[in-house]
């Protein structure tokens, strides 16, 4: 059994030790899986991107018919407080905020509730970045069809479609699953999905099959930024093997190149099976990005 740490949480209105927090099986986020996330980066101690992470907040729990039931400077002064605090604890200046709201608690019944508070519950925990090995050497990833539920736009907390698929990579060593629909591109496990070709950085459109990435429109800008072109549009199963270049990004990810895909080595002569010139490009400007769009 895993020792929970003992770092500070936030939980319907009070900050406690992680270990020390409980909800009520009744919560519908227990029993249904009722409920939204969101992550937010932060580097330096600083957030990153915070009102992009916000706004997407909004949207997913307006899909779910739950009211926000914080303003942005009440969401912005309890995401301070919990880094400032592991940042005492641990030293660790870039972390991960983790931000779950449940529909709340209610005796079980299929139908929405009314007039029930929601559950809401915060953490943060010290960030994972990729290798100094996976950013020079590229990851591997094999392919699935997307079995989960239609409505991948919201940032649902019903992970279970993708923790069977972030499995399978697991199962074979890999970093990611990346998932196809109906013969189309749609995402990965836990990232969306770009490729190159011919030197344009292209990506899924929008749907209610993708979640729509905070990355999405931060990868536009740094594709103005460097001059890379930029492009969404349905991507053909075939064209993501046919690829230049095969990119993850996430929160945690930032950008990452994937140079194996189903055990065969992605893009083509010299540079087949190792990063391409995009990634490198829109690494570095990532970079930059960081020290300039975090509050």
């Known amino acids: 059994m895993q020792t929970l740490p003992d770092t500070l949480c936030y939980l319907n209105g009070e900050y406690s030790p992680l270990h020390l927090a409980k909800v009520s ?7 249904f899986g009722d ?24 949207r997913s729990l307006s899909k779910l018919r739950i009211a ?17 605090a592991l940042i ?49 050497q590229g990851v591997s990833c094999v392919t699935a ?13 019903s992970l279970l479609g993708n923790v069977l698929a972030r499995q399978m990579s697991a199962d074979h060593g890999a970093l990611e699953t990346i998932m196809f629909r109906n013969g189309h591109l749609t995402e990965a496990a836990a990232s969306n999905v770009w490729i190159v070709h011919e030197g344009a950085l292209l990506g899924p459109p929008k749907s209610e099959h993708v979640l729509e990435g905070i990355r999405y429109e931060l990868i536009r800008e740094l594709c103005e930024e460097v001059g890379i072109a930029y492009n969404l549009r349905p991507i053909p199963e075939a064209d993501v093997f046919s690829a230049d270049e095969v990119l993850l990004s996430s929160a945690t990810k930032e950008l990452l190149p994937v140079t194996m895909l189903d055990g065969q080595p992605v893009g083509h002569g010299a540079l087949r099976g190792k990063p391409g010139p995009v990634y490198s490009r829109l690494h570095e400007a990532y970079q930059r990005a960081k020290l300039t769009q975090s509050i």
């Open 25 to 31: 099986v009744l919560d519908r986020g227990f029993i």
């Open 35 to 58: 409920g939204i996330y969101e992550v937010v980066p932060a580097y330096g101690g600083r957030l990153f991107r915070f009102d992009e992470h916000m706004a997407r907040l909004n």
């Open 68 to 84: 926000n039931p914080h303003s942005r400077e009440e969401w912005l002064e309890r995401c301070r407080t919990l880094v400032a």
């Open 88 to 136: 005492d604890k641990t030293g660790a200046p870039d972390q991960i905020v983790y931000i779950q709201i449940t529909r709340g608690v209610a005796l079980r019944d299929h139908v929405m509730p009314a007039d029930v508070p929601p559950t809401v519950f915060m953490m943060c925990s010290a960030m994972k970045p990729a290798t100094p090995e996976q950013r020079h």
């Open 145 to 157: 069809r997307d079995f989960r539920w239609e409505r991948g736009d919201i940032k649902s907390i």
